[in-house]
């Protein structure tokens, strides 16, 4: 009877150990939008769209409202989110173009979160659009992806997977391998897949969707474009401005369905308390289509509207539901964040901060300067002012974001002072990150 009581507490401590083990692994699953503005979801005021899985997220979560991307357009970002540092540094600074950069591509030298986080005991996955890289040495396979399934050009016909250039892109690994569906969905799809069949062992899951950037397809729309398509992003079929709105309505909201499917797998599971989602868009609306919520600008530029994006964090017991978050954040601070979830080595050359302690505790984050740049363009942020340089010789625009988030009143020559320090800590920022950078511009 005594060893029959000794067994049962040994299987009992045995399995005790075996959940407080899964509970220091958490899950991590980051879920990217691709061209969706600041303003598109319901949660962020949007009365056209309707997201109730994201707004869900929000409401058990934490909504930020001070998040931006790293980049105003797709590849940057995407550059920063994996390296945990200012694209500039790794020499993806602009858009890695299925024309023209088919050589260019995110250096297999340089550590990406996936890598990280593999050596922290992870398995990692990776379903959606890659865009840092078309040679197969750049594919995320080789890059600390144990699977992938996506496409690696800026976007691709949601039916027929076939890229700006006319050429097929819908790889599984390493090898083209075109599949029957709408991008969304088959995203949506792979991603379950990989959470049911790794739900026994921490896993890293990045989902970056291709929805609501174009071509504006919903599920019923024709396929675009063909093997050997030459119409660079003209669609065929012309829509009117009421059709464009729908279908990209529907491209988000469609979206918005993977995300739930997601969130249901892990409750049916029993994986939601131990997994920690990210949301985020990479960069904010087009000019054609979307909103940015009253924000300056569009995507590719460096307002507000190019950068700022609706972004929220969910861990059901840990994150504490209903909280605003007003901290100031780029999307390069996840790959320390995660990391530190997860318990892994933290690299020491990272320019993105861990966000851990401010997300279970609210600890403010330390305060420092921010910085943007593109084709020539560069801002800074310091606290609540912005400054805007559009070029080497214009004048720089300088904003009190706090009480003028629209940036349309410029008061640089109110502050000559200030105006002057910054100048000095941009250019000092970009003679950093050029100065061993693959992309010297």
Not at 169 to 187: A, R
Not at 205 to 218: D, K, N, R, S, T
Not at 368 to 381: C, H, N
Request: hydrophobic letters at 35%; one cysteine or more.
């Amino acid at each position: 009877m005594i060893n029959k009581l000794l067994s049962i507490f040994l299987v009992a401590i045995s399995t005790l150990g075996c959940k407080a083990q899964k509970q220091d692994k958490p899950n991590i699953i980051i879920i990217m939008a691709d061209d969706m503005g600041y303003g598109d979801l319901s949660t962020y005021g949007s009365t056209l769209i309707n997201t109730p899985n994201l707004d869900k997220m929000a409401a058990e979560g934490i909504k930020f409202t001070d998040f931006h991307a790293n980049g105003p357009v797709c590849s940057p970002t995407r550059a920063a989110i994996l390296t945990g540092k200012y694209q500039q540094r790794v020499g993806i600074d602009g858009v890695v173009t299925a024309k023209h950069h088919r050589d260019k591509g995110l250096e297999t030298s340089e550590q990406t979160f996936a890598e990280a986080i593999k050596d922290a005991g992870y398995v990692t996955g990776m379903f959606g659009k890659w865009h840092v890289g078309y040679k197969t040495e750049f594919n995320p396979i080789n890059q600390g992806f144990d699977e992938y399934i996506g496409y690696v050009s800026g976007n691709v016909d949601y039916h027929s997977h076939i890229d700006q250039e006319g050429f097929e892109d819908w790889w599984d690994g390493d090898k083209i391998k075109n599949e029957e569906g709408y991008s969304t969905d088959l995203i949506t799809k792979h991603s379950v897949d990989f959470i049911k069949r790794h739900k026994d062992e921490p896993f890293l899951l990045y989902i970056p969707h291709e929805a609501p950037h174009g071509p504006f397809q919903g599920r019923k729309s024709a396929a675009e474009r063909e093997i050997g398509w030459k119409n660079g992003s003209k669609q065929k079929n012309k829509m009117t401005e009421e059709e464009l709105n729908n279908i990209y309505k529907e491209m988000v909201e469609v979206m918005d369905e993977g995300v739930g499917e997601v969130m249901k797998t892990l409750k049916e599971l029993k994986l939601d308390k131990n997994t920690l989602i990210f949301f985020c868009s990479d960069n904010g609306a087009s000019r054609k289509v979307g909103s940015n919520g009253g924000l300056r600008g569009y995507k590719s530029t460096l307002w507000e509207g190019g950068h700022r994006v609706s972004a929220m964090a969910w861990y059901p017991g840990r994150i504490q539901p209903n909280q605003i978050n007003n901290e100031t954040i780029l999307t390069m601070d996840l790959f320390p964040t995660i990391l530190d979830f997860a318990g892994g080595k933290q690299p020491e050359n990272l320019d993105g901060v861990n966000l851990k302690s401010n997300l279970l505790e609210g600890k403010a984050l330390e305060k420092r300067d921010l910085f943007w740049g593109y084709t020539g363009r560069k801002a800074i942020r310091q606290g609540d002012y912005k400054l805007i340089l559009r070029n080497k010789d214009a004048e720089p625009l300088l904003f009190n974001l706090k009480k003028d988030l629209s940036e349309s009143n410029n008061i640089a020559n109110k502050h000559p002072e200030l105006v002057k320090s910054m100048l000095k800590e941009l250019e000092t920022w970009s003679d950093d990150v050029y100065s061993n950078s693959n992309n010297k511009q």
